[in-house]
């Protein structure tokens, strides 16, 4: 490996075990802890799970009585003489998987837990006319074979034809709609995180594919087990980085897997703290802006046919703090160039919610909406409400949804009222940082927090979407962990102390549950529409060529140039003299500004494309924020926020 490699990890991959080594060393788990597993998994989707209506009308499954069934024919066997460990984990994870959210997962115990099983090599689409090509874009360091390595066509999987071979995976995973579950069985291909996906049934992979040399060759590569990147959020803790997660636990964990095996050098600069050396000068062409998140951003300026734009790649919204994270990415939009924005999602799984949310403000002169979100109409649901309805542990404020839920016992209303999980004052309190023209870019891979992130920029008309599927993920939902809601029901409360009849009892093993507590709804036109199995669809799609896999998606960032192109640019910079009280404002392509400090109206002026300086009687520095807002044609185009 390159000298960039940390060491650790070239350690780690050298001595990866291959799948039938590690599997010797499963097989831990009592009757009775499968027991306890089960009825667990019963709480969660009889009395938790916000989507229990919708998946069993979407997807014509059962897994209530199917989790029963499970029960009953455990409660039949004795501790001599019990089905084999993996025919358990497989079932329970089929049930699982049956709702097609993966939000809502059955999180294995030791050992699978944090592991997962790799193949050195990583495959992806591309369209060729009508048909699905499959590629393989990037190998293990050091990892060599005849005539293989980025650029090969892979053609056949196990003697399967490689497109039936991806569609036969993905039936076998979760996923809210075609196209996500096409590209989780893509994904699932090459890397399968143990702790969700039972292990592969065959111990090793025969590939077929066309070499560098035109001519067809095979390769039988042995699946391996390693030890995955930790998470960066403890998602049990009881906090607001748990409570507030929006997060696709596969996809983040896949995405973890794929900086370790193919991006170590991200690892390294994560574990120095970022890069050393930051820039302060904007961009040109072809430059990358260092990030001091290396792990979640990846910023540039791309020359296209159309322009040179903004390029940013946000990896993860799972984030401690989502303040920081809105600071760096708001350094990096003042680097970039002006005339317009490329914001790529694209394999974002998702993570704190506020973050996804909080960063919409920097992008439209328009108030942010939150997405609101609803609790199911339960028992157990109206018990933790009430509970936490005070804030008793300052961790999380339940309050806003307790009322509908308590009088539901009365209406028999299916959900709760709807009301943000991030506070709209956060979502508002930067206001927009960038006024050129922004395109986003999905696929079916962005999911949770990411899907709340690409309804939330549809909903508010910032700019069009362009896909390169035909969905997001449509996950849309804020998921809690079973050790969470255990948690928030033995957290010490004022009134009425620790629960002493809660139903949450400790998973054996290091195992753990995830469910789906809150769904998400839209706002704006679509209010009220669910993003769950729905997701978001884009305005444009762009069907990935070979050219975008092998060159930096150049073709993706040349479509999305076009559609910058044709878009509208503003420039709105404001500055308050300290001494004169002035205010010196320079615009392009606005006709009018309209003044407010402390959002009461000042000063409305007509400009032209240039410098001018205002002067607002009384002077506006005794107010805590200034917000200068720009106009063309009478729309709100442009804001500008300041604080003396």
């Given at each position: 490996?390159s000298?960039?490699?940390?060491?650790?990890?070239?350690?780690q991959?050298?001595?990866?075990?291959?799948l039938?080594d590690?599997?010797?060393?499963?097989?831990?788990?009592?009757?009775?802890?499968?027991?306890?597993?089960?009825?667990?998994?019963?709480?969660?989707?009889?009395?938790?799970?916000?989507?229990?209506?919708?998946?069993?009308?979407?997807?014509?499954?059962?897994?209530?009585?199917?989790?029963?069934?499970?029960?009953?024919?455990l409660?039949?066997?004795?501790?001599?003489?019990?089905?084999?460990?993996?025919?358990?984990?497989?079932?329970?994870?089929?049930?699982?998987?049956?709702?097609?959210?993966?939000?809502?997962?059955?999180?294995?115990?030791?050992?699978?837990?944090?592991?997962?099983?790799?193949?050195?090599?990583?495959i992806?689409?591309?369209?060729?006319?009508?048909?699905?090509?499959?590629?393989?874009t990037?190998?293990?360091?050091?990892?060599?074979?005849?005539?293989?390595?980025?650029?090969?066509?892979?053609?056949?999987?196990?003697?399967?034809?490689?497109?039936?071979?991806?569609?036969?995976?993905?039936?076998?995973?979760?996923?809210?709609n075609?196209?996500?579950?096409?590209?989780?069985?893509?994904?699932?291909?090459?890397?399968?995180?143990?702790?969700?996906?039972?292990?592969?049934?065959?111990?090793?992979?025969?590939?077929?594919?066309?070499?560098?040399?035109?001519t067809?060759?095979?390769?039988?590569?042995?699946?391996?087990?390693?030890?995955?990147?930790?998470?960066?959020?403890?998602?049990?803790?009881?906090?607001?980085?748990?409570?507030?997660?929006?997060?696709?636990?596969?996809?983040?964990?896949?995405?973890?897997?794929?900086?370790?095996?193919?991006?170590?050098?991200?690892?390294?600069?994560?574990?120095?703290?970022?890069?050393?050396?930051?820039?302060?000068?904007?961009?040109?062409?072809?430059?990358?802006?260092?990030s001091?998140?290396?792990?979640?951003?990846?910023?540039?300026?791309?020359?296209?046919?159309?322009?040179?734009f903004?390029?940013?790649?946000?990896?993860?919204?799972?984030?401690?703090?989502?303040?920081?994270?809105?600071?760096?990415?708001?350094?990096?939009?003042?680097?970039?160039?002006?005339?317009?924005?490329?914001?790529?999602?694209?394999?974002?799984?998702?993570?704190?919610?506020?973050?996804?949310e909080f960063?919409?403000?920097?992008?439209?002169?328009?108030?942010?909406?939150?997405?609101?979100?609803?609790?199911?109409?339960?028992?157990?649901?109206?018990?933790?409400?009430?509970r936490?309805?005070?804030?008793?542990?300052?961790?999380?404020?339940?309050?806003?949804?307790?009322?509908?839920?308590?009088?539901?016992?009365?209406?028999?209303?299916?959900?709760?009222?709807?009301?943000?999980?991030?506070?709209?004052?956060?979502?508002?309190?930067?206001?927009?940082?960038?006024?050129?023209?922004?395109?986003?870019?999905?696929?079916?891979?962005?999911?949770?927090?990411?899907?709340?992130?690409?309804?939330?920029?549809q909903?508010?008309?910032?700019?069009?979407?362009?896909?390169?599927?035909?969905?997001?993920?449509?996950?849309?939902?804020?998921?809690?962990?079973?050790?969470?809601?255990?948690?928030?029901?033995?957290a010490?409360?004022?009134?009425?102390?620790?629960?002493?009849e809660?139903?949450?009892?400790?998973?054996?093993?290091?195992?753990?549950?995830?469910?789906?507590?809150?769904?998400?709804?839209?706002?704006?036109?679509?209010?009220?529409?669910?993003?769950?199995?729905?997701?978001?669809?884009?305005d444009?799609?762009?069907?990935?060529?070979?050219?975008?896999?092998?060159?930096?998606?150049?073709?993706?960032?040349?479509?999305?140039?076009?559609?910058?192109?044709?878009?509208?640019?503003?420039?709105?910079?404001?500055?308050?003299?300290?001494?004169?009280?002035?205010?010196?404002?320079?615009?392009?392509?606005?006709d009018?500004v309209?003044?407010?400090?402390?959002?009461?109206?000042?000063?409305?002026?007509?400009?032209?494309?240039?410098?001018?300086?205002?002067?607002?009687?009384?002077?506006?520095?005794?107010?805590?924020?200034?917000?200068?807002?720009?106009?063309?044609?009478?729309?709100?185009?442009?804001?500008?926020?300041?604080?003396?």
């Amino acid at each position: 490996m390159s000298s960039s490699t940390p060491a650790w990890v070239a350690k780690q991959l050298g001595e990866a075990p291959t799948l039938s080594d590690f599997l010797r060393t499963a097989g831990t788990l009592t009757l009775a802890e499968r027991r306890t597993l089960v009825q667990q998994a019963l709480v969660l989707f009889e009395q938790n799970y916000a989507h229990l209506p919708l998946k069993t009308a979407m997807h014509a499954v059962n897994p209530v009585q199917r989790l029963r069934l499970l029960l009953t024919r455990l409660n039949r066997q004795s501790e001599g003489a019990t089905d084999p460990e993996w025919r358990f984990h497989a079932e329970l994870s089929s049930i699982f998987h049956s709702v097609r959210d993966l939000h809502t997962n059955y999180v294995l115990p030791q050992p699978f837990a944090g592991k997962i099983a790799y193949l050195p090599f990583q495959i992806e689409e591309y369209a060729d006319g009508p048909d699905r090509r499959y590629l393989v874009t990037r190998v293990v360091r050091d990892f060599t074979a005849p005539g293989f390595g980025p650029g090969v066509d892979v053609t056949y999987w196990n003697g399967v034809p490689i497109d039936r071979a991806v569609d036969l995976c993905a039936d076998r995973f979760a996923g809210s709609n075609p196209a996500a579950r096409h590209s989780r069985g893509l994904q699932s291909l090459t890397i399968r995180p143990l702790a969700l996906h039972r292990p592969p049934d065959e111990e090793w992979v025969t590939l077929g594919y066309t070499g560098r040399d035109g001519t067809a060759h095979e390769l039988r590569e042995r699946w391996l087990v390693t030890e995955n990147l930790p998470p960066f959020v403890n998602a049990d803790d009881l906090g607001t980085a748990a409570t507030a997660q929006g997060l696709d636990l596969g996809g983040d964990e896949m995405s973890r897997a794929s900086k370790l095996l193919y991006v170590p050098e991200v690892v390294a600069l994560e574990e120095a703290g970022g890069p050393a050396d930051l820039t302060t000068e904007r961009a040109a062409a072809g430059q990358d802006i260092p990030s001091t998140l290396p792990g979640f951003f990846r910023a540039r300026a791309v020359g296209t046919p159309s322009g040179t734009f903004g390029h940013i790649r946000v990896f993860s919204f799972n984030t401690m703090d989502p303040d920081a994270f809105v600071t760096e990415f708001v350094r990096l939009l003042g680097l970039i160039p002006r005339a317009g924005l490329i914001l790529d999602v694209r394999g974002n799984g998702g993570g704190h919610i506020h973050a996804s949310e909080f960063l919409l403000q920097t992008l439209t002169p328009r108030r942010v909406v939150p997405e609101p979100v609803q609790f199911i109409s339960t028992p157990l649901n109206l018990r933790i409400c009430r509970r936490h309805a005070t804030n008793p542990t300052r961790q999380i404020d339940l309050g806003p949804w307790f009322a509908s839920l308590e009088q539901s016992v009365e209406t028999g209303a299916t959900f709760s009222a709807t009301f943000p999980i991030t506070p709209e004052a956060g979502a508002n309190a930067l206001g927009q940082q960038y006024h050129g023209p922004v395109v986003l870019v999905t696929d079916a891979r962005c999911y949770s927090a990411t899907d709340i992130f690409a309804a939330g920029f549809q909903d508010h008309g910032i700019g069009p979407v362009l896909g390169t599927d035909d969905n997001t993920g449509a996950g849309g939902a804020n998921v809690w962990t079973h050790a969470l809601l255990k948690s928030l029901l033995e957290a010490p409360a004022p009134d009425p102390g620790p629960d002493p009849e809660s139903p949450y009892r400790p998973l054996p093993g290091g195992a753990n549950l995830r469910v789906a507590i809150r769904r998400t709804v839209r706002v704006g036109a679509l209010a009220g529409t669910p993003v769950e199995d729905l997701g978001v669809v884009p305005d444009f799609r762009h069907h990935l060529t070979r050219t975008d896999l092998l060159h930096d998606n150049a073709d993706l960032v040349a479509r999305a140039g076009e559609l910058l192109a044709g878009l509208p640019s503003y420039v709105l910079d404001a500055a308050l003299d300290g001494q004169s009280g002035a205010l010196a404002v320079r615009t392009s392509g606005l006709d009018r500004v309209d003044v407010f400090a402390d959002d009461r109206p000042r000063l409305s002026a007509d400009v032209a494309d240039g410098d001018t300086t205002l002067t607002v009687t009384p002077a506006l520095a005794p107010a805590d924020r200034i917000r200068v807002d720009g106009y063309a044609a009478g729309a709100l185009v442009a804001s500008r926020s300041l604080r003396p």
